[in-house]
């Protein structure tokens, strides 16, 4: 099964002709795509070869060569690996690219992001606003001639602090103190905020009828407010309390994870995958530590795979278990369910914080491995959660919850996602599964030994909230018997490939490492020029992602079920904003 | 409790010991407090997670008297920060803290809070929330484990009991000034600051950075 390739059987470059080639640049795959044609090929690639999910779309600044490349990763929702094709243009403001939000509707925020991030101007976008930042932000900071306030150099480790071991903190070498820099010529004064006019002019007013007229108001959730789960915002325009229209409105937790992962060296980035999506950090480390092996050519032994599967799997019960508690904190049955989740939720962070050191914030693997071997007993510790502890536990929840008469009369047949929507708008995890869509990485394009354990896919067909919350149900019960293979089978030997290294030799090249996290498909694309820092690190966030579906789900709904569509997507502002 | 609350010196009979105390005003007053202080349900990044974890069955915090998490600022009497202060959320902090009526605590949960964090040097991220609220209590860690959290509200418990009502500016007379709140232009404004902006965008001449 793992063996098997889905590459497309037709040459693209025969069949599209001159404006669609190969990119043979060395460490580089896929193919390089006119602009001009961008569309056509996109169309034809979603109808004739069936590629109709977008993975992932950003961009890289190739400053040197003057040039800007946007990079989209296309899959079939059937399962293999993903396509990659590219469009460069000249790196000269305005910076313009077609959009492709006609063609995969998921695109829509990823263009925002690319154009908030990178400046590159999506012609045909429906609402082409900086996403992360606020309007009125000096500049795109991902662009690599862009330099924050902080800025020391291109690279770390800085030469002013090491190898002498120099520590002083920069905000005493700058003029305000603080990290603020400000353009020339710019006057507070008279500076007017740009502030929120364009959100609040896209949202969409019905025109209203002749006899009987009501008012609709926007009221604004967030970004603090109890039940948006962090500091996330929608903006939603409402007919009583009926949902007309509803944005999105995010970057409020905004921890400019790109451009400092472009600063790092490739080791230094692990520790910040932790916090990318904080309840499930030892997914985040696997994902990253594939991309870069790709790009290194290693493979980790035996035990460390078992190790990584083990692991991966845990997290997704933390995060499903929490997941869970908080949806039905939503629902409005405040704080008890939360608490039997959070029971068991610590029973596996005493797992984490005896393996790795650390209750959440994880940091264990390495390019190559793990970072260190289980600690003695701890195999027993977790055969014994296995086995015993956890499926019990989740039966007890089936039996509070599943059929329970307000969770049934509150969750089924609110947010509905057809599988034509979830696969266009690019939604990936329990959301797009939910929606009929058997599409697992784990088992669609396979990566680590997850070939060898035998699970189910997790499938629900109704699309609702309902549906989604009985497919994290399963996933856990799927996890736990990955995890119960995986105790019975693990070998002994080393866990990792050859010696640890603080700086880790990353040959030239492009690479999308991706793996099945608990919320989806979370991707990390990552390009190297062979220097000890990636030029181009780039997190294709579930969360994110998943939220560009939200307006979808919640329209026509009551305002209060607008929060539990939000409860059941899962999202987590730590990776939504990064 | 009777025990803490108690001045010394003034000998209770056993049995009247739960009932009876003599105490100054400042005492009974500060007791009365440190034991109910609500905090604003507030999550920020990754330590709220570990707040969470802090308030639930197992680390506990009704034991102190704070299990009440109030999502509306007007009924709480402490902002944990709990988490990474962006550029972009910080107008809403501040609003916040302007919105909570005194007395009033802050306490910066973890490193981000304190002083930036891991993301420090990123284009968005506030140094630290004391560059623009007052701090109370500092608590390091990344995120902090819940006992840090414990232990740092009650460091801030230690710190009510030392406060006097004579003192304490919410006492003076007339309003208290509210933080003015800072404003998103091309990165984020103290309009405390602006004259220093002129002086730094207007001028002819670029500032030389100090380098070491």
Partial sequence: MAEQTFAPTVDLTARFGDWVRLDERKGYEGYVVEAAHLVAFATALRDEYGYDYLASLTGVDYLPEGKMEVVYHVSQSTGGAPLVFKVQVPREDPVTVPSLVSVYPGAEFQEREAWDLLGIRFEGHPDLRRILMWEGFYGHPLRKDWHEAYFEEEAKPFKSRWPEGNVHRIEDTLPFGKNVAYPKGFDPETWVPEGETALYAGLQHVPEEEDFQTDQIVVNLGPQHPSTHGVFRMAVTLDGETVVDLKPVMGYLHRNHEKIGERNTYLMNIPFTDRLDYLSSLSNNFGYVLAVEKLMGVKPPERAEYIRVIMAELTRIVNHVFAIGMFLNDMGAFFTPSLYAIEERELILDVFEAVTGSRMMCNYMRFGGVARDLPPGMLERIRDLAFNRLPAKVDEFDTYLTNNEIVRVRAEGVGVLTPEQAIAYSTCGPVLRASGVPYDLRRADPYGIYDRFDFDVAVGYHGDVYDRYLVRMEEIRQSIRIIQQAVQQIPAGPVIEGKQQYQVRVPAGEAYGRVEGPKGELGFYVVSNGQPNPWRYHVRAPSFINLTALAEMCKGNKVADAVIILGSIDIVLGETDR | ?212
């Avoid at chain 2, 609500?38 to 034991?63: H, K, N, V």
């Avoid at chain 2, 284009?123 to 819940?146: E, F």
Wanted: proline share 10%; charged share 20%; aromatic share 8%.
């Fill in chain 2, 1 to 212: 409790m009777s025990e803490s609350l108690n001045s010394p010196g003034y000998d209770i009979p056993e049995e009247l010991q739960g009932t009876v105390a003599i105490t100054t005003l400042d005492r009974i007053y500060n007791w009365g407090r440190r034991n109910s202080i609500w905090p604003m349900m507030f999550g920020l990044a990754c330590c709220a997670i570990e707040m969470i974890c802090t308030a639930a069955s197992r680390y506990d915090l009704a034991r102190f008297g704070m299990e009440v998490m109030r999502p509306s600022p007007r009924q709480s009497d402490l902002m944990i920060v709990s988490g990474t202060v962006t550029k972009k959320m910080l107008p809403q902090i501040v609003r916040l803290y302007n919105q909570m009526a005194e007395p009033r605590y802050v306490l910066a949960m973890g490193a981000c809070a304190s002083g930036g964090g891991p993301f420090k040097e990123g284009y968005n991220v506030v140094s630290g929330v004391d560059k623009y609220l007052p701090v109370d209590v500092y608590v390091p860690g990344c995120p902090p484990t819940p006992q840090a959290l414990l232990h740092g509200l009650m460091k801030l418990q230690e710190k009510i009991d030392q406060q006097s009502i004579k003192e304490v500016p919410w006492y003076k007379k007339g309003p208290s000034e509210p933080i003015p709140v800072p404003v998103l232009g091309p990165d984020i404004m103290d309009p405390r600051e602006y004259e220093k902006i002129k002086q730094f965008t207007l001028q002819p001449v670029i500032p030389v950075q100090v380098e070491d």
